[in-house]
């Protein structure tokens, strides 16, 4: 059972930053795409950044050129390091695994959120 915990939320003033920490443990046979969502309340969960696996990343819009992914796979790690926090960053945010298993599927698998506050 693979499981994954988030760190490293909040409460920052706009215009600061933050690095949000997602830990993997459990057996892997191999990591497929990982991503960051965000979800506020009243509100459908949204992809945050992506790393595809093969190096490739894709952002929001709304996050370009101020959030980045960082991944280490060799310490099942993952990283979101957020710039220029805006109001609107402000969200529950939760780090996802696509784990691969030797049959060729792929399970998702979710951390349980940490809170980032954006608020002067």
């Known amino acids: 059972q693979v499981q994954l915990v988030e760190s490293g939320g909040g409460l920052v003033q706009p215009g600061q930053s933050l690095r949000l920490s997602c830990v993997a443990s459990?057996?892997?046979?191999?990591?497929?795409?990982t991503s960051w969502y965000r979800q506020t309340p009243g509100k459908e969960r949204e992809l945050v950044a992506s790393?595809?696996?093969?190096?490739?990343?894709k952002y929001a819009d709304s996050v370009k050129g101020r959030f980045t992914i960082i991944r280490e796979d060799a310490k099942k790690r993952m990283y979101l390091q957020m710039d220029s926090l805006k109001v609107e960053d402000t969200a529950v945010y939760y780090c996802?695994?696509?784990?691969?298993?030797?049959?060729?599927?792929?399970?998702?698998?979710w951390g349980q959120g940490t809170e980032v506050t954006v608020s002067s």
């Open positions: 996802m695994y696509g784990v691969l298993t030797e049959g060729g599927r792929t399970i998702d698998y």
């Open positions: 459990g057996n892997m046979y191999a990591i497929g795409p």
């Open positions: 790393e595809l696996g093969d190096g490739s990343e």
